[in-house]
């Protein structure tokens, strides 16, 4: 148990809808990533936030955003789904900025017909 | 793209042996670390081993670290059934907070 939940825990979407993701990170983290992981590939950097703020993001087109509150949780949004975008969708928090060890939720599997 | 790639991409093997496996990367790093995926839920962080460091131990994982070659290796002594997981290496490159991971290696421990 890493103390990092993340919710719906599936979640099935049509191409072109728009999704929000949610995380709950431990308390006392101040930096949250998140990562898309394609079946049978390794985790994806998609951005990082550090209270509150995005502070650099991968290689992700604009229609993924996210957002973090004050209260250790935060949310990913992804607009105009498509269907590359079915994946597990994971976030990460940890206690510094930066990339020193990370504490994964157990991811949400979004699917797109 | 995935800096970092480990080898082999799958390892079986039985109960009580040890398991090696490798991962590569490319560009100069801050750290490296090793997490476990059981059935595609969430990582487990195992081990994080910094740049002036060359080895480590934790339980009954030891990584190493090589620098000059760009590798890192991450042996799992005595292995378990519980042991039957993905294992991704994860690089933090020097000038950069991202980490960029491999795609893993499937190990299957058999009773």
């Known amino acids: 148990e890493t103390g990092v939940t993340q919710s719906p825990t599936h979640l099935i979407k049509t191409r072109g809808q728009q999704v929000t993701l949610r995380c709950s990170s431990q308390s006392g983290h101040n930096t949250v990533s998140w990562y898309q992981q394609a079946l049978g590939q390794g985790p994806q950097f998609i951005f990082q936030y550090y209270r509150e703020e995005e502070n650099g993001r991968g290689n992700f087109p604009p229609r993924f955003s996210g957002l973090q509150f004050p209260n250790y949780s935060s949310e990913l949004n992804v607009n105009a789904l498509e269907l590359d975008d079915s994946a597990l969708y994971l976030c990460?928090?940890?206690?510094?900025?930066?990339?020193?060890?990370?504490?994964f939720g157990p991811g949400t599997r979004l699917t797109v017909t | 793209s995935q800096q970092g790639e480990e080898d082999p991409q799958a390892l079986s093997i039985q109960e009580g042996e040890n398991a090696t496996m490798n991962c590569s990367y490319k560009?100069?790093?801050?750290?490296l670390q090793w997490y476990r995926q059981n059935s595609g839920r969430g990582l487990v962080h195992l081990i994080l081993?910094?740049?002036?460091?060359r080895e480590k131990h934790s339980g009954r994982l030891r990584v190493t670290l090589d620098t000059s070659k760009k590798s890192s290796s991450l042996l799992i002594t005595a292995s378990r059934a519980a042991d039957t997981a993905s294992y991704f290496c994860a690089t933090a490159p020097s000038n950069d907070y991202k980490l960029s991971f491999g795609a893993g290696t499937t190990v299957t421990v058999r009773a």
């Open positions: 081993i910094r740049s002036n460091e």
């Open positions: 560009t100069s790093i801050n750290n």
């Open positions: 990460a928090s940890s206690y510094l900025f930066g990339s020193d060890e990370q504490y």
